[in-house]
Protein backbone atom coordinates (compact mmCIF):
# COMPACT_ATOMS: atom_id res chain seq x y z
CA UNK A 1 0.00 0.00 0.00
CA UNK A 2 1.16 3.42 -0.96
CA UNK A 3 -0.90 6.61 0.28
CA UNK A 4 -0.15 10.29 -0.10
CA UNK A 5 -1.90 13.64 1.46
CA UNK A 6 -2.03 16.55 -0.84
CA UNK A 7 -3.66 19.99 -0.62
CA UNK A 8 -4.38 22.69 2.00
CA UNK A 9 -5.94 22.10 5.29
CA UNK A 10 -9.52 21.48 4.92
CA UNK A 11 -9.22 20.35 1.56
CA UNK A 12 -7.07 17.24 1.63
CA UNK A 13 -6.79 14.67 -0.94
CA UNK A 14 -6.02 11.19 0.21
CA UNK A 15 -4.28 9.25 -3.09
CA UNK A 16 -2.34 5.98 -3.62
CA UNK A 17 -2.69 2.32 -4.42
CA UNK A 18 -3.99 -0.66 -2.89
CA UNK A 19 -2.73 -3.90 -4.16
CA UNK A 20 -4.63 -6.97 -3.03
CA UNK A 21 -1.93 -9.95 -3.34
CA UNK A 22 -4.22 -12.69 -1.80
CA UNK A 23 -8.11 -12.90 -1.02
CA UNK A 24 -10.28 -15.36 -0.45
CA UNK A 25 -14.00 -15.59 0.47
CA UNK A 26 -15.33 -18.35 2.28
CA UNK A 27 -18.39 -17.33 4.21
CA UNK A 28 -21.54 -18.87 3.06
CA UNK A 29 -23.82 -15.95 1.53
CA UNK A 30 -27.29 -16.33 1.35
CA UNK A 31 -27.80 -14.61 -2.02
CA UNK A 32 -30.99 -14.47 -2.81
CA UNK A 33 -32.53 -12.43 0.40
CA UNK A 34 -29.06 -10.30 -0.46
CA UNK A 35 -30.06 -9.46 -3.86
CA UNK A 36 -33.61 -8.49 -3.04
CA UNK A 37 -32.29 -6.02 -0.39
CA UNK A 38 -29.72 -3.99 -2.58
CA UNK A 39 -32.16 -3.98 -5.45
CA UNK A 40 -35.24 -2.72 -3.26
CA UNK A 41 -33.43 -0.74 -0.96
CA UNK A 42 -30.17 0.65 -1.97
CA UNK A 43 -30.33 0.94 -5.54
CA UNK A 44 -33.18 2.77 -6.00
CA UNK A 45 -30.96 6.00 -6.78
CA UNK A 46 -27.64 8.11 -5.94
CA UNK A 47 -25.57 7.91 -2.89
CA UNK A 48 -26.93 10.47 -0.64
CA UNK A 49 -24.30 12.99 0.61
CA UNK A 50 -23.97 12.16 4.25
CA UNK A 51 -21.86 13.81 7.22
CA UNK A 52 -18.92 16.55 6.72
CA UNK A 53 -16.07 16.13 4.22
CA UNK A 54 -13.00 15.80 5.87
CA UNK A 55 -10.99 14.91 2.64
CA UNK A 56 -10.94 13.72 -1.14
CA UNK A 57 -9.65 10.15 -2.11
CA UNK A 58 -8.08 9.18 -4.93
CA UNK A 59 -7.85 5.46 -4.41
CA UNK A 60 -6.63 2.68 -6.74
CA UNK A 61 -7.65 -1.26 -6.16
CA UNK A 62 -5.83 -3.80 -8.33
CA UNK A 63 -5.91 -7.51 -7.66
CA UNK A 64 -3.99 -9.54 -10.64
CA UNK A 65 -5.86 -12.80 -10.38
CA UNK A 66 -5.67 -13.07 -6.55
CA UNK A 67 -9.30 -12.91 -5.74
CA UNK A 68 -10.69 -16.65 -4.29
CA UNK A 69 -14.00 -17.24 -4.37
CA UNK A 70 -14.28 -20.24 -2.36
CA UNK A 71 -18.29 -20.67 -0.90
CA UNK A 72 -22.00 -21.31 -1.82
CA UNK A 73 -22.06 -19.43 -4.59
CA UNK A 74 -18.95 -19.96 -6.47
CA UNK A 75 -15.72 -21.40 -7.05
CA UNK A 76 -13.47 -19.19 -8.97
CA UNK A 77 -10.68 -16.37 -9.09
CA UNK A 78 -11.16 -12.80 -10.06
CA UNK A 79 -9.52 -9.77 -11.07
CA UNK A 80 -10.25 -6.12 -9.92
CA UNK A 81 -9.08 -2.91 -11.08
CA UNK A 82 -10.87 -0.42 -9.10
CA UNK A 83 -10.69 3.34 -8.00
CA UNK A 84 -12.27 5.03 -5.44
CA UNK A 85 -13.40 8.84 -5.67
CA UNK A 86 -15.32 11.33 -4.05
CA UNK A 87 -14.91 12.03 -0.48
CA UNK A 88 -15.70 11.30 2.96
CA UNK A 89 -19.19 12.61 2.94
CA UNK A 90 -19.48 10.70 -0.26
CA UNK A 91 -17.89 8.56 -1.64
CA UNK A 92 -17.81 6.54 -5.09
CA UNK A 93 -16.29 4.01 -7.10
CA UNK A 94 -15.01 2.80 -10.63
CA UNK A 95 -13.70 0.06 -12.27
CA UNK A 96 -14.24 -3.50 -12.85
CA UNK A 97 -14.28 -6.69 -11.52
CA UNK A 98 -13.81 -9.74 -13.51
CA UNK A 99 -13.85 -13.44 -13.05
CA UNK A 100 -11.93 -15.82 -14.79
CA UNK A 101 -13.20 -18.50 -16.92
CA UNK A 102 -13.28 -21.63 -16.03
CA UNK A 103 -14.57 -20.82 -12.49
CA UNK A 104 -17.70 -22.45 -11.44
CA UNK A 105 -21.12 -20.92 -10.08
CA UNK A 106 -23.56 -22.76 -8.35
CA UNK A 107 -27.37 -21.08 -8.78
CA UNK A 108 -30.54 -23.12 -7.80
CA UNK A 109 -28.33 -26.51 -6.78
CA UNK A 110 -27.05 -26.65 -10.50
CA UNK A 111 -22.80 -26.20 -11.71
CA UNK A 112 -22.11 -23.80 -14.45
CA UNK A 113 -19.03 -22.80 -15.83
CA UNK A 114 -17.95 -19.51 -16.11
CA UNK A 115 -17.96 -17.92 -19.69
CA UNK A 116 -18.02 -14.64 -18.98
CA UNK A 117 -17.67 -12.60 -15.47
CA UNK A 118 -17.40 -8.36 -15.45
CA UNK A 119 -18.91 -6.21 -13.16
CA UNK A 120 -18.55 -2.79 -14.44
CA UNK A 121 -19.03 0.32 -12.10
CA UNK A 122 -19.64 2.99 -14.64
CA UNK A 123 -21.72 5.38 -12.22
CA UNK A 124 -19.30 6.19 -9.25
CA UNK A 125 -22.20 6.87 -7.07
CA UNK A 126 -24.97 4.31 -7.75
CA UNK A 127 -23.48 1.42 -6.44
CA UNK A 128 -24.89 0.14 -9.49
CA UNK A 129 -23.00 -1.64 -11.23
CA UNK A 130 -23.21 -3.20 -15.34
CA UNK A 131 -23.32 -7.23 -15.04
CA UNK A 132 -21.79 -9.37 -18.18
CA UNK A 133 -21.67 -12.70 -17.12
CA UNK A 134 -22.14 -16.00 -19.03
CA UNK A 135 -22.95 -19.00 -17.96
CA UNK A 136 -22.72 -22.77 -19.21
CA UNK A 137 -23.96 -26.27 -17.89
CA UNK A 138 -25.49 -29.79 -19.55
CA UNK A 139 -28.40 -31.07 -18.04
CA UNK A 140 -30.03 -34.19 -18.81
CA UNK A 141 -33.78 -34.45 -18.95
CA UNK A 142 -35.83 -37.96 -19.20
CA UNK A 143 -34.63 -38.18 -22.83
CA UNK A 144 -32.13 -35.80 -24.04
CA UNK A 145 -28.97 -34.33 -23.38
CA UNK A 146 -28.61 -30.42 -23.52
CA UNK A 147 -25.99 -27.96 -23.17
CA UNK A 148 -27.56 -24.88 -21.70
CA UNK A 149 -26.45 -21.03 -21.94
CA UNK A 150 -27.66 -18.71 -19.44
CA UNK A 151 -26.61 -15.15 -19.90
CA UNK A 152 -27.09 -11.63 -17.10
CA UNK A 153 -26.96 -8.59 -18.65
CA UNK A 154 -27.45 -5.19 -17.78
CA UNK A 155 -27.39 -2.87 -14.19
CA UNK A 156 -27.76 -4.88 -11.37
CA UNK A 157 -30.80 -3.25 -10.47
CA UNK A 158 -32.58 -4.45 -13.22
CA UNK A 159 -30.91 -7.11 -14.89
CA UNK A 160 -32.31 -9.52 -17.82
CA UNK A 161 -31.44 -13.45 -19.04
CA UNK A 162 -31.05 -14.45 -21.79
CA UNK A 163 -31.26 -18.86 -22.14
CA UNK A 164 -30.13 -20.89 -25.44
CA UNK A 165 -29.94 -24.55 -26.08
CA UNK A 166 -28.17 -26.99 -28.20
CA UNK A 167 -30.02 -28.65 -29.33
CA UNK A 168 -32.71 -25.74 -29.88
CA UNK A 169 -35.31 -25.00 -27.08
CA UNK A 170 -38.37 -22.89 -26.21
CA UNK A 171 -37.50 -19.98 -23.99
CA UNK A 172 -39.84 -21.61 -21.82
CA UNK A 173 -38.16 -25.35 -22.33
CA UNK A 174 -34.94 -23.33 -20.95
CA UNK A 175 -36.71 -22.79 -17.95
CA UNK A 176 -38.53 -26.30 -17.09
CA UNK A 177 -35.14 -27.68 -17.90
CA UNK A 178 -33.07 -25.55 -15.26
CA UNK A 179 -35.64 -25.05 -12.64
CA UNK A 180 -37.27 -28.68 -12.61
CA UNK A 181 -34.62 -31.08 -14.65
CA UNK A 182 -37.49 -31.66 -17.40
CA UNK A 183 -39.14 -29.83 -20.34
CA UNK A 184 -42.48 -28.73 -20.52
CA UNK A 185 -43.37 -31.43 -22.50
CA UNK A 186 -41.90 -33.90 -19.88
CA UNK A 187 -43.71 -31.72 -17.33
CA UNK A 188 -47.58 -32.25 -18.65
CA UNK A 189 -46.56 -35.98 -19.69
CA UNK A 190 -45.89 -36.77 -16.26
CA UNK A 191 -48.99 -34.97 -14.67
CA UNK A 192 -46.86 -31.52 -14.19
CA UNK A 193 -49.38 -29.60 -16.19
CA UNK A 194 -49.46 -26.94 -13.47
CA UNK A 195 -45.59 -26.60 -13.33
CA UNK A 196 -45.46 -26.44 -16.50
CA UNK A 197 -47.82 -23.45 -17.03
CA UNK A 198 -45.68 -21.98 -14.39
CA UNK A 199 -42.54 -22.68 -16.78
CA UNK A 200 -43.58 -20.33 -19.25
CA UNK A 201 -42.25 -17.50 -17.28
CA UNK A 202 -40.18 -18.92 -15.11
CA UNK A 203 -36.66 -18.25 -14.66
CA UNK A 204 -34.27 -19.53 -12.88
CA UNK A 205 -32.92 -16.35 -10.82
CA UNK A 206 -36.10 -14.81 -10.38
CA UNK A 207 -37.75 -18.01 -8.86
CA UNK A 208 -34.55 -17.94 -6.36
CA UNK A 209 -35.32 -14.67 -4.93
CA UNK A 210 -39.35 -15.09 -5.69
CA UNK A 211 -39.02 -18.07 -3.33
CA UNK A 212 -36.07 -16.44 -0.80
CA UNK A 213 -39.47 -14.37 -0.36
CA UNK A 214 -40.90 -17.14 1.54
CA UNK A 215 -37.82 -17.95 4.51
CA UNK A 216 -40.03 -15.57 6.51
CA UNK A 217 -42.50 -18.15 6.52
CA UNK A 218 -40.25 -21.27 5.93
CA UNK A 219 -36.73 -22.61 6.83
CA UNK A 220 -36.48 -24.84 3.89
CA UNK A 221 -37.97 -25.28 0.68
CA UNK A 222 -36.96 -28.28 -1.91
CA UNK A 223 -39.09 -29.58 -5.30
CA UNK A 224 -39.58 -33.54 -4.88
CA UNK A 225 -41.28 -36.13 -6.73
CA UNK A 226 -41.29 -39.90 -6.01
CA UNK A 227 -42.83 -40.91 -2.65
CA UNK A 228 -44.38 -38.33 -0.26
CA UNK A 229 -44.46 -37.58 3.16
CA UNK A 230 -47.42 -39.86 3.53
CA UNK A 231 -45.19 -43.14 2.29
CA UNK A 232 -45.87 -45.29 -0.22
CA UNK A 233 -49.42 -45.31 -0.54
CA UNK A 234 -49.39 -42.01 -2.56
CA UNK A 235 -45.66 -42.48 -4.71
CA UNK A 236 -46.76 -40.06 -8.01
CA UNK A 237 -44.65 -38.57 -10.54
CA UNK A 238 -46.29 -35.33 -9.87
CA UNK A 239 -43.52 -32.32 -8.82
CA UNK A 240 -44.66 -31.39 -5.25
CA UNK A 241 -43.18 -28.33 -3.37
CA UNK A 242 -42.07 -29.44 0.61
CA UNK A 243 -41.50 -26.38 3.06
CA UNK A 244 -40.51 -26.84 6.54
CA UNK A 245 -40.28 -24.57 9.24
CA UNK A 246 -39.41 -25.09 13.42
CA UNK A 247 -40.93 -23.25 15.90
CA UNK A 248 -39.41 -24.48 19.17
CA UNK A 249 -40.13 -28.11 20.16
CA UNK A 250 -42.11 -28.65 16.70
CA UNK A 251 -41.47 -29.12 13.15
CA UNK A 252 -44.05 -28.26 10.64
CA UNK A 253 -44.05 -29.51 7.30
CA UNK A 254 -46.21 -28.78 4.08
CA UNK A 255 -46.29 -30.87 1.16
CA UNK A 256 -47.80 -28.93 -1.56
CA UNK A 257 -48.57 -30.30 -5.33
CA UNK A 258 -47.84 -28.24 -8.03
CA UNK A 259 -51.10 -27.06 -9.67
CA UNK A 260 -52.64 -24.07 -10.31
CA UNK A 261 -55.63 -25.77 -8.04
CA UNK A 262 -54.78 -23.82 -4.66
CA UNK A 263 -57.03 -26.73 -3.02
CA UNK A 264 -55.44 -29.90 -4.53
CA UNK A 265 -53.42 -32.59 -2.66
CA UNK A 266 -51.47 -30.85 0.47
CA UNK A 267 -50.54 -32.63 3.41
CA UNK A 268 -49.58 -30.48 6.47
CA UNK A 269 -47.69 -31.93 9.64
CA UNK A 270 -46.67 -30.82 12.85
CA UNK A 271 -44.08 -33.20 14.60
CA UNK A 272 -42.48 -32.97 18.13
CA UNK A 273 -39.57 -35.38 19.46
CA UNK A 274 -41.12 -37.02 22.91
CA UNK A 275 -37.66 -38.83 24.40
CA UNK A 276 -34.70 -40.13 22.44
CA UNK A 277 -36.03 -41.96 19.50
CA UNK A 278 -39.20 -41.51 19.76
CA UNK A 279 -41.51 -38.50 17.53
CA UNK A 280 -45.20 -38.05 17.70
CA UNK A 281 -46.53 -36.44 14.43
CA UNK A 282 -50.15 -35.05 14.10
CA UNK A 283 -51.23 -34.55 10.27
CA UNK A 284 -54.04 -33.38 8.02
CA UNK A 285 -54.09 -34.32 4.15
CA UNK A 286 -56.71 -33.83 1.40
CA UNK A 287 -56.19 -37.75 0.87
CA UNK A 288 -58.85 -39.71 2.58
CA UNK A 289 -56.46 -42.19 4.45
CA UNK A 290 -57.38 -41.11 7.75
CA UNK A 291 -60.36 -40.17 9.95
CA UNK A 292 -61.96 -37.74 7.89
CA UNK A 293 -63.07 -33.86 9.35
CA UNK A 294 -65.91 -32.19 7.70
CA UNK A 295 -64.15 -30.10 5.86
CA UNK A 296 -62.30 -32.36 3.29
CA UNK A 297 -59.59 -33.46 4.96
CA UNK A 298 -58.03 -36.99 6.50
CA UNK A 299 -56.44 -36.43 9.71
CA UNK A 300 -54.35 -38.55 12.32
CA UNK A 301 -51.85 -39.28 15.07
CA UNK A 302 -48.59 -41.10 14.10
CA UNK A 303 -45.83 -42.24 16.05
CA UNK A 304 -42.22 -42.86 15.35
CA UNK A 305 -39.23 -44.29 16.13
CA UNK A 306 -36.08 -42.62 14.73
CA UNK A 307 -32.57 -43.52 14.56
CA UNK A 308 -29.23 -43.71 12.74
CA UNK A 309 -27.09 -46.25 11.81
CA UNK A 310 -23.10 -45.88 11.98
Do not use: C
Not at 2 to 29: A, K, T, W, Y
Not at 129 to 147: I, K
Not at 231 to 243: E, F, H, K, Q, Y
Request: without cysteine; glycine residues 8%.
Amino acid sequence: MLFRSDGPVGDLLLSGDIQIRDMEFRDRIDWESWVISLREERLTGSAPVEGERYFGMDLGVTADHTVHLRNNVADAEAKADLRIVGDTSRPGMVGDVVVDPGGRVYLHEREFEVTRGEIRFVDPYTFDPDLDVMLETDVRSHEQDYHLTYGITGPFSDWRTTTAADPYLAQADVNALLLFGVTREELERYGGLGTALVAETGDLLLAQTAISRTNILFDRWNLVSGVSERGSNTVTSDLRLVAEKQLGDFDFTLEKRLDVNLASDWYLSVERRLAEKLYATAYAATRQEGRSLPIGAAYGVEFKLKWELD
